[in-house]
Protein backbone atom coordinates (compact mmCIF):
# COMPACT_ATOMS: atom_id res chain seq x y z
CA UNK A 1 0.00 0.00 0.00
CA UNK A 2 3.08 2.25 0.72
CA UNK A 3 4.26 1.86 -2.59
CA UNK A 4 1.49 2.77 -4.40
CA UNK A 5 0.38 6.21 -2.33
CA UNK A 6 4.49 6.28 -3.19
CA UNK A 7 4.32 6.00 -7.08
CA UNK A 8 1.02 8.56 -7.22
CA UNK A 9 2.91 10.94 -5.86
CA UNK A 10 6.15 10.99 -8.18
CA UNK A 11 3.93 10.21 -11.15
CA UNK A 12 1.41 12.27 -12.87
CA UNK A 13 -1.83 10.72 -13.23
CA UNK A 14 -1.96 10.99 -16.96
CA UNK A 15 0.18 11.65 -19.55
CA UNK A 16 -1.26 14.57 -21.31
CA UNK A 17 -4.60 15.96 -21.62
CA UNK A 18 -6.12 18.83 -24.25
CA UNK A 19 -8.93 20.82 -23.31
CA UNK A 20 -10.63 22.92 -25.85
CA UNK A 21 -13.72 24.61 -25.27
CA UNK A 22 -15.61 28.09 -26.01
CA UNK A 23 -16.93 30.54 -23.05
CA UNK A 24 -19.44 33.66 -23.19
CA UNK A 25 -17.64 36.70 -22.85
CA UNK A 26 -17.96 37.24 -18.90
CA UNK A 27 -16.63 37.82 -15.64
CA UNK A 28 -18.15 34.33 -14.26
CA UNK A 29 -16.90 32.19 -17.28
CA UNK A 30 -13.71 33.51 -17.42
CA UNK A 31 -12.91 32.24 -13.93
CA UNK A 32 -14.31 29.20 -14.23
CA UNK A 33 -12.20 28.49 -17.55
CA UNK A 34 -9.29 29.49 -15.13
CA UNK A 35 -10.28 27.39 -12.15
CA UNK A 36 -11.10 23.97 -15.19
CA UNK A 37 -7.46 24.41 -16.31
CA UNK A 38 -5.86 25.22 -12.50
CA UNK A 39 -7.29 21.98 -11.31
CA UNK A 40 -6.54 19.89 -14.40
CA UNK A 41 -3.19 20.91 -14.18
CA UNK A 42 -3.07 19.94 -9.81
CA UNK A 43 -4.66 16.63 -11.12
CA UNK A 44 -1.67 16.19 -13.26
CA UNK A 45 0.55 17.27 -10.26
CA UNK A 46 2.52 19.83 -12.64
CA UNK A 47 4.90 21.58 -10.11
CA UNK A 48 3.29 24.59 -8.59
CA UNK A 49 5.50 26.78 -9.93
CA UNK A 50 3.72 26.05 -13.23
CA UNK A 51 0.80 26.04 -12.46
CA UNK A 52 0.40 29.57 -10.95
CA UNK A 53 2.33 30.72 -14.23
CA UNK A 54 -0.12 29.32 -16.34
CA UNK A 55 -3.47 30.33 -13.92
CA UNK A 56 -1.75 33.86 -14.08
CA UNK A 57 -1.26 34.21 -17.63
CA UNK A 58 -4.14 32.39 -18.88
CA UNK A 59 -5.97 34.75 -16.55
CA UNK A 60 -4.39 38.03 -17.91
CA UNK A 61 -5.45 36.61 -22.07
CA UNK A 62 -8.83 36.10 -20.57
CA UNK A 63 -8.94 39.96 -19.10
CA UNK A 64 -7.84 41.14 -22.83
CA UNK A 65 -9.70 39.30 -24.53
CA UNK A 66 -12.74 39.69 -22.86
CA UNK A 67 -12.46 44.15 -22.53
CA UNK A 68 -10.51 44.70 -25.30
CA UNK A 69 -11.43 41.85 -27.47
CA UNK A 70 -14.93 41.48 -27.11
CA UNK A 71 -15.56 44.78 -25.45
CA UNK A 72 -16.70 43.16 -22.37
CA UNK A 73 -20.02 41.84 -24.42
CA UNK A 74 -21.43 38.62 -23.21
CA UNK A 75 -23.04 37.99 -26.57
CA UNK A 76 -19.49 37.67 -27.96
CA UNK A 77 -17.32 34.38 -26.84
CA UNK A 78 -13.33 33.55 -26.44
CA UNK A 79 -12.20 30.34 -27.39
CA UNK A 80 -9.30 28.55 -25.23
CA UNK A 81 -6.79 25.82 -26.03
CA UNK A 82 -5.01 23.96 -23.66
CA UNK A 83 -2.43 21.27 -24.60
CA UNK A 84 -0.70 19.65 -21.53
CA UNK A 85 1.97 17.07 -21.07
CA UNK A 86 4.80 16.84 -18.74
CA UNK A 87 7.50 19.28 -19.56
CA UNK A 88 5.02 21.50 -22.18
CA UNK A 89 2.24 23.84 -21.52
CA UNK A 90 0.61 25.29 -24.14
CA UNK A 91 -2.63 27.91 -24.12
CA UNK A 92 -3.92 30.12 -27.04
CA UNK A 93 -7.32 32.16 -26.22
CA UNK A 94 -9.09 34.11 -29.02
CA UNK A 95 -11.30 36.83 -28.67
CA UNK A 96 -14.28 37.87 -31.28
CA UNK A 97 -12.72 41.77 -31.87
CA UNK A 98 -11.26 43.82 -34.21
CA UNK A 99 -7.80 43.12 -33.19
CA UNK A 100 -5.10 45.71 -32.59
CA UNK A 101 -1.65 46.28 -33.24
CA UNK A 102 0.53 44.36 -31.75
CA UNK A 103 3.52 46.64 -32.23
CA UNK A 104 1.90 48.94 -30.24
CA UNK A 105 1.78 46.90 -27.33
CA UNK A 106 4.46 47.40 -24.43
CA UNK A 107 7.22 44.80 -23.56
CA UNK A 108 8.22 47.11 -21.14
CA UNK A 109 6.79 48.73 -18.30
CA UNK A 110 5.99 52.48 -17.63
CA UNK A 111 6.89 52.29 -13.95
CA UNK A 112 3.76 54.36 -12.75
CA UNK A 113 1.10 53.45 -15.56
CA UNK A 114 -1.71 51.74 -13.61
CA UNK A 115 -2.49 50.20 -17.05
CA UNK A 116 -0.64 48.02 -19.53
CA UNK A 117 0.94 44.96 -17.01
CA UNK A 118 -1.06 42.06 -18.11
CA UNK A 119 0.85 40.93 -21.51
CA UNK A 120 4.03 42.05 -19.96
CA UNK A 121 3.48 39.58 -17.15
CA UNK A 122 2.29 36.86 -20.21
CA UNK A 123 5.90 37.39 -21.60
CA UNK A 124 8.15 37.26 -18.48
CA UNK A 125 6.08 34.23 -17.23
CA UNK A 126 5.53 32.54 -20.07
CA UNK A 127 9.12 30.86 -22.17
CA UNK A 128 7.13 32.11 -25.88
CA UNK A 129 4.11 34.49 -26.82
CA UNK A 130 3.08 34.43 -30.20
CA UNK A 131 0.08 37.25 -31.39
CA UNK A 132 -2.08 36.11 -34.38
CA UNK A 133 -4.67 37.10 -36.36
CA UNK A 134 -4.06 40.99 -35.49
CA UNK A 135 -3.87 40.85 -32.12
CA UNK A 136 -7.33 38.33 -31.75
CA UNK A 137 -5.39 35.51 -30.99
CA UNK A 138 -2.51 34.98 -28.47
CA UNK A 139 -0.58 31.66 -28.04
CA UNK A 140 1.84 31.13 -25.10
CA UNK A 141 3.88 28.31 -24.47
CA UNK A 142 5.84 26.60 -21.14
CA UNK A 143 8.20 24.15 -21.94
CA UNK A 144 11.01 22.38 -20.30
CA UNK A 145 13.70 22.69 -23.34
CA UNK B 1 -11.67 38.90 -1.65
CA UNK B 2 -12.49 39.89 1.84
CA UNK B 3 -11.57 43.27 2.96
CA UNK B 4 -10.66 44.13 6.81
CA UNK B 5 -9.53 47.50 8.18
CA UNK B 6 -7.92 48.04 11.52
CA UNK B 7 -7.42 52.04 12.05
CA UNK B 8 -4.86 53.20 14.05
CA UNK B 9 -3.73 56.57 14.89
CA UNK B 10 -0.61 56.55 12.33
CA UNK B 11 -1.38 53.83 10.48
CA UNK B 12 -4.28 51.63 9.40
CA UNK B 13 -3.78 48.26 8.30
CA UNK B 14 -5.91 47.00 5.01
CA UNK B 15 -6.26 43.13 5.55
CA UNK B 16 -6.92 42.11 1.59
CA UNK B 17 -8.00 38.11 1.38
CA UNK B 18 -7.98 35.69 -1.13
CA UNK B 19 -7.91 36.83 -4.77
CA UNK B 20 -7.59 40.46 -5.41
CA UNK B 21 -7.96 40.50 -9.05
CA UNK B 22 -10.16 42.43 -11.51
CA UNK B 23 -13.32 41.73 -9.74
CA UNK B 24 -12.51 43.34 -6.59
CA UNK B 25 -12.06 47.38 -8.33
CA UNK B 26 -15.25 48.66 -6.59
CA UNK B 27 -14.72 47.14 -2.84
CA UNK B 28 -11.40 47.83 -3.07
CA UNK B 29 -11.18 51.38 -4.21
CA UNK B 30 -14.46 52.04 -2.19
CA UNK B 31 -12.22 51.27 0.84
CA UNK B 32 -9.45 53.09 0.05
CA UNK B 33 -11.71 56.29 -0.74
CA UNK B 34 -13.31 55.73 2.51
CA UNK B 35 -10.29 55.61 4.56
CA UNK B 36 -9.04 58.88 2.22
CA UNK B 37 -11.93 60.88 3.43
CA UNK B 38 -11.91 59.93 7.16
CA UNK B 39 -8.15 61.25 7.18
CA UNK B 40 -6.36 57.62 6.95
CA UNK B 41 -4.05 58.07 4.28
CA UNK B 42 -1.22 56.10 5.67
CA UNK B 43 -2.06 52.47 4.94
CA UNK B 44 0.03 49.29 5.57
CA UNK B 45 -1.94 47.02 3.24
CA UNK B 46 -1.31 43.01 4.71
CA UNK B 47 -0.75 40.80 1.81
CA UNK B 48 -0.41 37.65 4.04
CA UNK B 49 -3.74 36.34 3.23
CA UNK B 50 -3.58 37.03 -1.08
CA UNK B 51 -3.21 33.79 -2.68
CA UNK B 52 -3.79 35.32 -6.46
CA UNK B 53 -3.12 39.00 -7.97
CA UNK B 54 -3.75 40.20 -11.68
CA UNK B 55 -2.85 43.37 -13.52
CA UNK B 56 -5.66 44.92 -12.92
CA UNK B 57 -4.80 44.90 -8.77
CA UNK B 58 -1.31 46.20 -9.45
CA UNK B 59 -3.01 49.27 -11.28
CA UNK B 60 -5.30 49.14 -7.74
CA UNK B 61 -2.08 49.72 -6.10
CA UNK B 62 -0.63 52.16 -7.96
CA UNK B 63 -3.95 54.55 -7.76
CA UNK B 64 -3.78 54.11 -4.25
CA UNK B 65 -0.60 54.85 -3.84
CA UNK B 66 -1.29 58.39 -6.03
CA UNK B 67 -4.34 59.16 -4.10
CA UNK B 68 -2.89 58.56 -0.38
CA UNK B 69 0.47 60.23 -1.10
CA UNK B 70 -1.48 63.23 -2.17
CA UNK B 71 -2.99 63.35 0.82
CA UNK B 72 0.18 63.17 2.28
CA UNK B 73 0.32 59.16 3.30
CA UNK B 74 2.05 56.38 2.26
CA UNK B 75 0.78 52.94 1.20
CA UNK B 76 3.35 49.92 2.51
CA UNK B 77 2.89 46.40 1.37
CA UNK B 78 3.25 43.55 4.05
CA UNK B 79 4.00 40.42 3.88
CA UNK B 80 3.30 39.21 0.49
CA UNK B 81 2.80 35.67 -0.21
CA UNK B 82 5.77 33.73 -2.32
CA UNK B 83 3.97 33.79 -6.00
CA UNK B 84 2.35 37.27 -4.97
CA UNK B 85 5.85 39.01 -4.03
CA UNK B 86 7.16 37.15 -7.46
CA UNK B 87 4.76 39.60 -9.38
CA UNK B 88 5.27 42.40 -7.15
CA UNK B 89 9.48 42.36 -8.16
CA UNK B 90 8.81 41.72 -11.94
CA UNK B 91 6.71 44.44 -11.96
CA UNK B 92 9.26 46.78 -10.12
CA UNK B 93 6.77 47.67 -7.11
CA UNK B 94 9.26 46.74 -4.60
CA UNK B 95 10.70 49.85 -6.39
CA UNK B 96 7.58 51.82 -6.08
CA UNK B 97 6.51 50.37 -2.57
CA UNK B 98 8.00 49.62 0.87
CA UNK B 99 7.58 45.79 1.21
CA UNK B 100 8.24 44.66 4.22
CA UNK B 101 8.54 41.10 3.95
Known amino acids: MASMESNRAEAPLRASAELRFAIPSTPVALNAAVNMVRSTMEWMAFEQDWVSRAELCLHEALLNAHFHGNDADAKREIRVGCSLAPGKVEMDVEDEGQGYDPRQCLSTLRKGDPHGRGLYLIRRFMNSVAIHGNGTRVVMSLSKE | ?101
Open chain 2, 1 to 101: MDISVMEGSDNTTVALRGRFDFQTHLEFRRTVEGLLRAGHSALTLDLSEVSFIDSSALGMLLLARENCEKAGGVVVLNRPQEYVDKVLKLCHFDQLFQVLR
